[in-house]
């Protein structure tokens, strides 16, 4: 079956303390990307990645990293995570330039205390 | 720039056709979007329209498109409490994998 995949679900943790939230895909899709959903913003897109080892900003990108070492896997980091940065994260992914081949994960809920 | 706008609410009776709107300004949109969120879940992609099209129909689901306004409208028939969520629009810009979304539009049907 053809899917996203993300861990965990739902994260509590205190400001400061590293954490990463992985993001795994089966379509061997060259574009990934990582969202985050806020109450009247919608979604913007964080972070992406045109294939292994090519990553880029995107929208709000302040306070997070990616790496992209195999095109399966997309983790988002925060290094030192703030309460601004509690919110719901999707990673997504997708052919290169297709976004009407576009899959979302089911997405992890974050709490920074 | 890129921007999308959608209202934040609407209200309508079980029974009754909803229509949420949606306005964008990027006029090298390939596709066009709408996702529904039910409460706790995911994304679920509901449909789509290429933006050479005007219309598309799927089952109680129409989709709109004036490209030469910009404007894009989801019009759900018989509105059921199902249908109950937030549904966001999203273009998607050319040749990249980025997609822009609405704010969402949280549809409330009452019985």
């Known amino acids: 079956e053809a899917q996203v995949t993300q861990n965990p679900r739902y994260l509590i943790t205190v400001t400061g303390k590293k954490l990463t939230v992985t993001c795994s895909q089966n379509?061997?899709?060259?574009?990934m990307s990582w969202y985050r959903q806020d109450p009247g913003l919608g979604l913007r897109q964080i972070y992406y990645?045109?294939?292994?080892?090519?990553?880029d900003k995107g929208d709000v990108p302040e306070g997070y990293k990616v790496s992209r070492k195999e095109k399966r896997n997309f983790p988002l980091i925060l290094e030192s995570p703030s309460p601004n940065q509690t919110s719901l994260y999707f990673c997504?992914?997708?052919?290169?330039?297709?976004?009407?081949?576009?899959?979302f994960g089911p997405g992890t809920r974050l709490t920074v205390l | 720039g890129e921007d999308v706008e959608q209202s934040l609410f609407l209200s309508v009776r079980e029974g009754d056709s909803s229509v949420i709107n949606c306005t964008y300004t990027?006029?090298?949109?390939?596709?066009l979007y709408w996702y529904k969120q039910e409460p706790g879940a995911g994304l679920q992609l509901l449909t789509y329209i290429f933006s050479n099209m005007d219309m598309k129909q799927d089952q109680r689901l129409t989709v709109l498109l004036n490209k030469k306004d910009k404007h894009l409208s989801l019009r759900i028939a018989d509105t059921q409490t199902g249908d109950s969520a937030i549904y966001f629009c999203a273009e998607s810009i050319w040749d990249t994998g980025k997609l822009i979304f609405g704010q969402g539009t949280t549809l409330q049907v009452k019985p």
């Open positions: 379509m061997n899709h060259e574009y």
């Open positions: 997504a992914s997708n052919i290169r330039g297709r976004t009407d081949t576009q899959y």
């Open positions: 990027d006029s090298s949109s390939t596709y």
């Open positions: 990645s045109m294939n292994v080892e090519v990553t």
